[in-house]
């Protein structure tokens, strides 16, 4: 006790603080002689007089030495005032370890004084509650009314009378509780005041105790109920205090009846943990995006696990607890989810980072999901926060995929080739080899790897419903490509070929037929089969699912409906690029360089008009329409192995698009029908060879049904034009056999399988005719 008056009363300015030495350099810095030994002390005591007045003034106190000093001096007194601090600091160190065991001795006298007077002060309260219940005890009525010599003796039976087992409890209620709370036995603490509560209600039911008594041990445990409160509440905010000794106190705080804050400071106690966890985590510039994600996502999720069990164990399931729970829970994630996209989203999603970006997407729904596992729901946060990043990683891929397929169409030769990666199949003829290593063009294997790249980045994200904006993006991307494939054509019309995107992009012409076929192998193959087995990672549905879909075929693959509809929309694409392709080539059998055509009703109305006995074969735009056809069949018989009726389907199309521009030609029927000249024997002859013609060579390869039914309706027209000339048709039309034999002949020769009755034609010549001697004999045979 000496000890711990002494270190309080010593006064702050004790000059045993400050080192003799540096004192007297202060001396000597003030300007000071100062001499050396006792003198010395003395001066220095002197001289350390002002420094301990009350009114001691800094300030005015360097500037009364300093003002006559000049630059040098004023110097020279600081050094010497910084070697006293660290003179003073070296000795005050020195004096502390010197004094550590007096000081801890002091403190624990202290603190044992402390408690000694918090006993007496306890002590002083129950004599105090004692007296006021006793006084207001006794039953003043009897002694006023009684005969004074009975009241003494009241008095002195009171006085005389032993307390009860319930006063003393009573009495000595509140020093047990002081020793529980004092040595932290919280359990203990909380059986003793529900004790005393339990004894305060049977006193008062039964009236053992006075209503001070009750009083007094009420107040007494509502007092030591806040306090132990407190206790608790300062315990729980304690860095230290983790795990069990946190559960311990949120259970004691809600036992004593303040669930609220008992709940309140368990959240508070897992974020002051998180916030001092996450403090370790720095994202750099160097730092790969996954792993600070990853490390941040541990760190907020598994704190937030924690809190939810330690909020179920001590709480339940109550609602109120569990709303503010779920409240906390969200804004942590709305912070972990604003730092994720501060640090590594937002550079992602500017550089078209989308596996980056997926990659941490899912990382944190991975979290997410084992929340989800226990009844917290958090993925609807992360996914609001993410999803505009995602949505312009998303744009930005879709920008680079379309950039690069244009900068390589660009450059294209526009020859089939396999994979450069893969291995070249040893069975050309296998479909389900050539299916996985397709021949395309340079342009369309890099646009179908950047896509299949492109779904396998998007695959993840279908929780944030960026599926359909990947399909849209691709689908538009891939419009554009049609247009640049129709660019390619050298008789692409510029306002339908530049309609938008990478049409107007430069790209090289496909000058041969085989190039040309080649742009619609290009789009066709992507369009039926490539991108929709890219879409499939698209697909919703489970494994098992996907699994029986194997099982049933590859065509199954397309039963989802939202893909059937996806894959309708490319192959109107491409059959946009195929009926352009019809289109050019059908205007290039038609029409000559300088604008003349082929096909015109002069070529049959003028057969009337000559002497010569008309050749008799089919018009050479027929011939040539055949001959077309015949070639690229045999092109499209190796391009579009597996694909087959794509092939026929683009042979059909070009025969309908030569037909329908006869049938709809206003000005060849005008003149066929009325005039100046009318159609005549010869003429109807040769049209209707010409239609024949086509029907037979046409017929289950190159004529649809439509088409074939189209081509009737012209024969009939023709007929009817005729007729109205007066003349029956049927009597000037040789027989079917007639028309059958001619063109059998002419079609044997076109491919190859005839003999020429002329040597100087080529037998493989595309407008090779049959010997006008040949062909009389063949009209002498059908008149006959």
């Given at each position: 006790?000496?000890?711990?008056?002494?270190?309080?009363?010593?006064?702050a300015?004790?000059s045993?603080?400050?080192?003799v030495?540096?004192?007297?350099?202060?001396?000597?810095?003030g300007?000071?002689g100062?001499g050396g030994?006792?003198?010395?002390?003395?001066?220095?005591?002197?001289?350390?007089k002002?420094?301990?007045t009350d009114?001691?003034?800094?300030?005015?106190y360097?500037?009364?030495?300093c003002?006559?000093?000049?630059?040098?001096?004023?110097r020279?007194?600081?050094?010497?005032?910084q070697?006293?601090?660290?003179?003073s600091?070296?000795?005050?160190?020195?004096?502390?370890?010197?004094?550590?065991?007096?000081?801890?001795r002091?403190?624990?006298?202290?603190?044992?004084?402390?408690?000694?007077?918090?006993s007496?002060?306890n002590?002083?309260?129950?004599?105090?509650?004692?007296?006021?219940?006793l006084?207001?005890?006794?039953?003043?009525?009897?002694?006023?009314?009684g005969?004074?010599?009975?009241?003494?003796?009241?008095?002195?039976?009171?006085?005389?009378?032993?307390?009860?087992?319930?006063?003393?409890?009573?009495?000595?209620f509140?020093?047990?509780?002081?020793?529980?709370?004092?040595?932290?036995?919280v359990d203990?603490a909380?059986?003793?005041?529900?004790e005393?509560?339990?004894?305060?209600?049977?006193?008062?039911?039964?009236?053992?105790?006075?209503?001070?008594?009750v009083?007094a041990?009420?107040r007494?445990v509502?007092?030591?109920?806040q306090?132990?409160?407190d206790?608790?509440?300062?315990?729980?905010?304690?860095?230290?205090?983790?795990?069990?000794?946190?559960r311990?106190?949120?259970?004691?705080l809600?036992?004593?009846?303040?669930?609220?804050r008992?709940?309140?400071?368990?959240?508070?106690?897992?974020?002051?943990?998180l916030?001092?966890n996450?403090q370790t985590?720095?994202?750099?510039?160097?730092?790969y995006?996954?792993?600070?994600?990853?490390?941040?996502?541990?760190?907020v999720?598994?704190?937030?696990?924690?809190?939810?069990?330690?909020?179920?164990?001590?709480?339940?399931d109550e609602s109120?607890y569990a709303?503010?729970l779920?409240?906390?829970?969200?804004?942590?994630?709305?912070s972990?989810?604003?730092?994720?996209?501060?640090h590594v989203?937002?550079?992602?999603?500017?550089?078209?980072g989308?596996?980056?970006?997926?990659?941490?997407v899912?990382i944190s729904l991975?979290?997410?999901?084992?929340?989800?596992?226990?009844?917290?729901?958090l993925?609807?946060?992360?996914?609001?926060?993410?999803?505009?990043?995602?949505?312009?990683a998303?744009?930005?891929?879709?920008?680079?995929?379309e950039?690069?397929?244009?900068?390589?169409?660009a450059?294209?030769?526009?020859?089939?080739?396999?994979?450069?990666?893969?291995?070249r199949?040893l069975?050309?003829?296998s479909?389900a080899?050539l299916?996985l290593q397709p021949?395309?063009?340079?342009s369309?294997?890099?646009?179908?790897?950047?896509?299949?790249?492109?779904f396998e980045?998007v695959?993840?994200?279908l929780?944030?419903?960026?599926?359909?904006?990947?399909?849209?993006g691709?689908t538009?991307?891939?419009?554009?490509?049609?247009?640049?494939?129709i660019s390619?054509?050298?008789?692409?019309?510029d306002?339908e070929?530049?309609?938008?995107?990478?049409?107007?992009?430069?790209?090289?012409?496909a000058?041969?037929?085989?190039?040309?076929?080649?742009?619609?192998?290009?789009a066709?193959?992507?369009?039926e089969?490539l991108?929709?087995?890219?879409?499939m990672?698209?697909?919703?549905?489970?494994q098992?699912?996907?699994?029986?879909?194997?099982?049933?075929?590859t065509?199954?693959?397309?039963?989802?409906?939202?893909?059937r509809?996806?894959?309708?929309?490319?192959?109107?694409?491409?059959?946009?690029?195929?009926?352009?392709?019809?289109?050019?080539?059908?205007?290039?059998?038609?029409?000559?360089?300088?604008?003349?055509?082929?096909?015109?009703?002069?070529?049959y109305?003028?057969?009337d008009?000559?002497?010569?006995?008309?050749?008799?074969?089919?018009?050479?735009?027929?011939?040539?329409?055949?001959?077309?056809?015949?070639r690229?069949?045999?092109?499209a018989a190796?391009?579009?192995?597996?694909?087959?009726?794509?092939?026929?389907?683009?042979m059909m199309?070009?025969?309908?698009?030569?037909?329908?521009?006869?049938?709809?030609?206003q000005?060849?029927?005008?003149?066929?029908?009325?005039?100046?000249?009318?159609?005549?024997p010869l003429?109807?002859q040769?049209?209707?060879?010409?239609?024949?013609?086509?029907?037979?060579?046409?017929?289950?390869r190159?004529l649809?049904?439509?088409?074939?039914?189209?081509i009737?309706?012209?024969?009939?027209?023709?007929?009817?034009?005729?007729?109205?000339?007066?003349?029956?048709p049927?009597?000037?039309?040789?027989?079917?056999?007639?028309?059958m034999d001619?063109?059998q002949?002419?079609?044997?020769?076109?491919?190859?399988?005839?003999?020429?009755?002329?040597?100087?034609?080529e037998?493989?010549?595309?407008?090779a005719?049959?010997?006008?001697?040949?062909?009389?004999?063949f009209?002498?045979?059908?008149?006959?």
């Amino acid at each position: 006790m000496a000890s711990a008056k002494s270190s309080r009363s010593r006064p702050a300015g004790h000059s045993g603080v400050f080192p003799v030495g540096s004192a007297a350099a202060v001396g000597s810095g003030g300007g000071g002689g100062g001499g050396g030994g006792g003198d010395g002390g003395v001066q220095l005591a002197d001289k350390l007089k002002i420094f301990k007045t009350d009114n001691f003034d800094p300030d005015a106190y360097v500037q009364s030495k300093c003002r006559t000093m000049n630059e040098k001096e004023i110097r020279h007194l600081c050094s010497y005032l910084q070697d006293l601090k660290k003179a003073s600091a070296e000795e005050m160190r020195r004096s502390v370890y010197a004094n550590y065991a007096s000081f801890i001795r002091t403190s624990k006298e202290i603190s044992d004084l402390e408690g000694e007077l918090l006993s007496i002060r306890n002590l002083l309260n129950t004599q105090a509650a004692l007296i006021h219940g006793l006084s207001e005890g006794v039953q003043i009525d009897s002694l006023t009314s009684g005969p004074e010599g009975s009241a003494e003796d009241d008095i002195s039976n009171v006085e005389d009378q032993e307390p009860s087992e319930i006063q003393k409890w009573s009495a000595d209620f509140p020093d047990m509780l002081d020793v529980l709370l004092a040595e932290r036995r919280v359990d203990e603490a909380l059986d003793a005041l529900d004790e005393a509560e339990r004894v305060a209600v049977d006193a008062k039911r039964k009236q053992t105790l006075t209503a001070a008594e009750v009083s007094a041990l009420g107040r007494s445990v509502s007092d030591n109920r806040q306090r132990l409160a407190d206790q608790l509440a300062e315990a729980a905010c304690q860095s230290s205090t983790r795990g069990i000794e946190l559960r311990a106190a949120a259970s004691a705080l809600k036992r004593l009846g303040d669930g609220p804050r008992a709940h309140s400071l368990l959240l508070s106690a897992h974020d002051q943990r998180l916030q001092c966890n996450m403090q370790t985590i720095h994202p750099s510039s160097t730092s790969y995006g996954g792993a600070y994600t990853a490390a941040l996502a541990q760190q907020v999720f598994s704190v937030i696990a924690q809190a939810l069990s330690d909020s179920v164990d001590v709480f339940g399931d109550e609602s109120c607890y569990a709303s503010e729970l779920v409240t906390w829970a969200t804004k942590q994630v709305m912070s972990f989810a604003l730092l994720v996209k501060r640090h590594v989203l937002s550079s992602c999603a500017a550089a078209g980072g989308l596996r980056t970006a997926a990659e941490c997407v899912q990382i944190s729904l991975g979290h997410c999901s084992l929340l989800e596992a226990r009844g917290l729901s958090l993925s609807s946060v992360l996914l609001k926060q993410f999803k505009p990043s995602l949505e312009q990683a998303l744009d930005a891929n879709l920008r680079r995929i379309e950039e690069s397929t244009a900068a390589l169409a660009a450059a294209d030769n526009w020859i089939l080739t396999y994979p450069s990666t893969g291995i070249r199949p040893l069975a050309r003829s296998s479909a389900a080899n050539l299916a996985l290593q397709p021949k395309l063009s340079n342009s369309a294997h890099r646009f179908n790897s950047m896509v299949q790249d492109f779904f396998e980045d998007v695959a993840p994200l279908l929780s944030l419903q960026l599926g359909g904006s990947a399909m849209d993006g691709i689908t538009q991307i891939f419009n554009s490509y049609v247009n640049l494939l129709i660019s390619a054509l050298p008789g692409s019309i510029d306002d339908e070929a530049n309609l938008d995107g990478l049409g107007n992009k430069i790209v090289r012409m496909a000058e041969t037929e085989e190039q040309q076929l080649a742009l619609l192998a290009n789009a066709s193959l992507l369009a039926e089969e490539l991108l929709p087995r890219a879409a499939m990672k698209l697909s919703s549905i489970n494994q098992s699912s996907m699994d029986d879909l194997r099982k049933r075929g590859t065509d199954k693959q397309n039963r989802v409906p939202e893909q059937r509809e996806w894959k309708r929309k490319l192959q109107r694409m491409v059959d946009r690029l195929r009926d352009s392709f019809c289109r050019q080539h059908a205007l290039e059998l038609i029409f000559t360089d300088e604008g003349d055509t082929h096909l015109s009703a002069e070529m049959y109305i003028n057969m009337d008009n000559t002497v010569e006995e008309p050749e008799w074969v089919p018009s050479p735009i027929f011939q040539e329409l055949y001959a077309k056809l015949n070639r690229m069949a045999s092109i499209a018989a190796e391009m579009f192995v597996g694909r087959e009726r794509f092939a026929t389907l683009l042979m059909m199309r070009l025969t309908e698009t030569v037909i329908l521009w006869l049938s709809e030609d206003q000005a060849f029927w005008e003149e066929i029908e009325q005039g100046p000249k009318p159609l005549g024997p010869l003429g109807l002859q040769q049209f209707y060879l010409d239609m024949q013609f086509v029907i037979i060579f046409g017929q289950g390869r190159f004529l649809s049904r439509h088409v074939h039914q189209v081509i009737l309706d012209i024969i009939d027209r023709a007929m009817a034009a005729f007729s109205a000339t007066g003349m029956n048709p049927d009597s000037v039309l040789p027989g079917d056999d007639w028309f059958m034999d001619v063109t059998q002949e002419v079609v044997s020769m076109i491919s190859g399988k005839g003999r020429a009755a002329n040597g100087d034609r080529e037998v493989n010549s595309p407008t090779a005719s049959i010997s006008a001697h040949s062909m009389s004999s063949f009209k002498s045979h059908g008149s006959s």
